[in-house]
């Protein structure tokens, strides 16, 4: 009984503990973004992430929310900044990530790459590689069309 006490007043303790660091480091925080079939901003656009350009810090996590089956979220090639681990989650699942570099990064969902489904997150300052990641060339026209209309958010 008494040492039972004492291991909880231990959880306790750690849980405190584990609170008060986290505080202290530079808070980082949870950033969600949704994989949709409708843009509930604007139900004409389909397949999106929402939202399409998600500010965030370094050692932020992202989650991509699987909301809708289906999707799933890849890293681009010449769109993340240097450092930076490539990413690739598998289809229907929620996936997290943690940014570890500040710039730009780019992504899109695999099923839905022919009808655009891409989305940006900006970490700090996001111009490190921002001119990199615009000039990258995209195989489906709609992917480059949704990327343009997304950079143009950025400014
Ligand atoms: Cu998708």
Do not use: W
């Amino acid at each position: 009984m008494g040492s039972r006490t004492r291991n909880i007043a231990t959880l306790a303790g750690a849980a405190l503990l584990t609170a008060v660091s986290f505080a202290g480091a530079a808070k980082a925080e949870t950033v969600v973004i949704e994989m949709l079939n409708i843009n509930p901003a604007n139900p004409g656009t389909v397949m999106v992430y929402n939202p399409g350009v998600t500010r965030a810090n370094v050692g932020d996590t992202i989650v991509f929310k699987s909301v809708d089956p289906a999707h799933n979220a890849v890293s681009i090639e010449g769109m993340i900044p240097e450092g930076a681990e490539p990413f690739s989650s598998p289809i229907s699942q929620d996936f997290e990530y943690v940014v570890t570099e500040e710039g730009t990064y780019g992504f899109y969902c695999i099923p839905h790459a022919g009808l655009g489904m891409a989305g940006l997150i900006l970490v700090g300052d996001h111009t490190v590689n921002l001119e990199e990641a615009k000039a990258v060339r995209h195989t489906s026209p709609l992917l480059g069309q949704r990327f343009q209309a997304l950079f143009a958010e950025v400014e």
